[in-house]
T-cell receptor, first 113, second 109 residues
């Protein structure tokens, strides 16, 4: 139990649709990172939010966007879904901007058909 | 894509055996972490290493942060069936964390 909760746990979307995934960070953590994990691979860094601002981004197109709220919870939005977006989306929280241990939620499984 | 080379990709071992896996990178990291992931769940932190040369244990698990800051290894001693899962190394530098592709461990009773 890491204290990081994600919703929904599973969802199916159609190509071209938009999706919003949600994350509540561990108590006391002000940094949230999002990762995409395709089947059989390690997680890939999408972006990080620190105190409601984007604080680093991986190699993902602009149709992947996010938000962090004053209570440090976060959303990941993906527009114009593509079949390759099918993956486990993981949220992780930590305290501070970097160098602190990251704890993961159980993830949201997204299937794009 | 992945910047960390993790090996081996998979291991099939007998209960009681020791296990060793490692991770190398072309880049320097400030922190090395080892996670375990079981089906349908997110990665769970096993060990975090913050200093080059650091050797840290967590029960039957031991991990080291390489002197060059470009590698790390994880050892599991006296494996048990519940050690089954995928083990990921991760290197962290500032606000960016990169993962290896994972080592899938199977333990036969």
């Amino acid at each position: 139990e890491t204290g990081v909760t994600q919703s929904p746990t599973h969802l199916i979307k159609t190509r071209g649709q938009q999706v919003t995934l949600r994350c509540s960070s561990q108590s006391g953590h002000n940094t949230v990172s999002w990762y995409q994990q395709a089947l059989g691979q390690g997680p890939q860094f999408i972006f990080q939010y620190y105190r409601e601002e984007e604080n680093g981004r991986g190699n993902f197109p602009p149709r992947f966007s996010g938000l962090q709220f004053p209570n440090y919870s976060s959303e990941l939005n993906v527009n114009a879904l593509e079949l390759d977006d099918s993956a486990l989306y993981l949220c992780a929280s930590s305290s501070g901007q970097g160098g602190n241990t990251i704890y993961f939620g159980e993830g949201s499984w997204l299937t794009v058909v | 894509g992945q910047q960390l080379n993790q090996s081996p990709q998979s291991m099939f071992i007998q209960e009681g055996e020791d296990v060793s896996m490692n991770c190398t990178s072309s880049s320097i990291f400030n922190t090395w972490l080892w996670y375990k992931q079981e089906p349908g769940e997110g990665p769970v932190l096993l060990i975090a290493l913050y200093k080059a040369g650091e050797l840290t244990s967590n029960g039957r698990l031991t991990a080291q942060f390489g002197i060059t800051r470009k590698d790390s290894f994880l050892n599991i001693s006296a494996s048990i069936p519940s050690d089954v899962g995928i083990y990921f190394c991760a290197g962290q530098r500032n606000n960016d964390m990169r993962f290896g592709a994972g080592t899938r461990l199977t333990v036969k009773p």
